[in-house]
């Protein structure tokens, strides 16, 4: 089962890296389609030719592959337990070699580790949940998408008004570093720490599906037509989608904060996930 998981982990680093996933290029087409500036029209031409081109030679989409991430979610009877990190240790270092991916983790104090491993890094976030089979998710991030991401404490008694402020201005102040069309992750509530994860997983969701919560998707909608409103554009030139989606995640808070979170993906939002059964059948979803 071991050699399976290692195997199916490189697998899924691999499909991240060299395929953005199908709904996200239809949406760049339609996109492309749509948008009357030549220089908008253009850029996302390139894009689509630099997708293409990485699916075709199964090499990376961008030289930058991102710290590497995987997000767990383990059925309380598969038979790996805690061995799992070593497992996606070893398949991180396979990845970087065999793809291969730029090396980006760096030790505070020894610089660059040139295998993409370091302290805290493969980042793992486990969920533990019923049943006996673990699902597998490849979420490698790059750095320029990472570096525009924003956080604050907002005074409760702002209420949503606040939030929405937050979220627009954040967007707003990223412009084009972080490569848009973006795709934007809003964490609401929690704590200080949790509102940013709930924030990166919310860039997971189903492509252009609102939340069931009708207020969230209302929330959903208003934001997304709003940092559209900015005119940032396709790599901020002012032309074509400033977002191609945007959602919402939230969790109850504390009466005394209003914690926010937002998380920006560039266009190239790259993840990959896999099924694994307990008899060691693979499924890639
Ligand atoms: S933000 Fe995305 S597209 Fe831009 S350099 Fe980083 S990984 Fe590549």
């Known amino acids: 089962m071991d050699k399976i998981l290692e195997d199916t982990a490189v697998e899924l680093l691999r499909r991240a890296a060299s395929e953005l996933r199908r709904e996200y ?4 087409y339609k996109a492309m389609e749509k948008c009357e ?10 894009i689509i030719r630099n997708i293409e081109l ?8 961008c ?5 590497i991430g995987f997000i767990v979610r383990m059925g309380e009877d598969f038979p790996v337990r805690a061995g799992l990190r070593d497992i996606l240790v070893r398949a991180t270092r396979r990845a970087t070699e065999e793809i291969p991916l730029r090396p980006n983790a760096v030790d505070l104090f020894k610089g660059n580790t040139g295998d993409n491993v370091g302290p805290g890094i493969p980042i793992i976030d486990l969920e533990l949940v019923e049943g006996d089979e673990l699902e597998l998710t490849a979420f490698p991030k790059g750095g320029g998408s990472s570096n525009v991401a924003a956080h604050a404490m907002i005074t409760p008694g702002l209420g949503l008004r606040g939030v929405k402020r937050f979220v627009v201005e954040s967007v707003a102040r990223a412009g084009s570093l972080g490569c848009p069309p973006y795709f934007i992750g809003v964490g609401i509530g929690g704590t200080e720490d949790r509102c940013m994860l709930l924030a990166k997983k919310a860039l997971l969701k189903p492509f252009q599906v609102r939340n069931p919560d009708p207020n969230i998707a209302a929330l959903e909608e208003e934001l997304l037509q709003r940092v559209n409103e900015l005119g940032i554009g396709v790599m901020g030139l002012g032309e074509g989608p400033t977002a191609l989606d945007l959602h919402v995640e939230a969790a109850a808070r504390h009466p005394a904060t209003m914690p926010v979170g937002v998380v920006m993906s560039c266009w190239a939002l790259r993840h990959a996930t896999a099924k694994v059964t307990r008899e060691g059948r693979v499924h890639h979803l």
Not at 25 to 28: K, N, S
Not at 37 to 46: C, K, V
Not at 54 to 61: C, D, F, L, M, T
């Open 25 to 28: 290029v239809e949406a760049i």
């Open 37 to 46: 500036g030549s220089i908008g029209r253009s850029q996302l031409d390139a």
């Open 54 to 61: 990485a699916r075709k030679s199964s090499e990376p989409i």
């Open 63 to 67: 030289q930058d592959t991102g710290i």
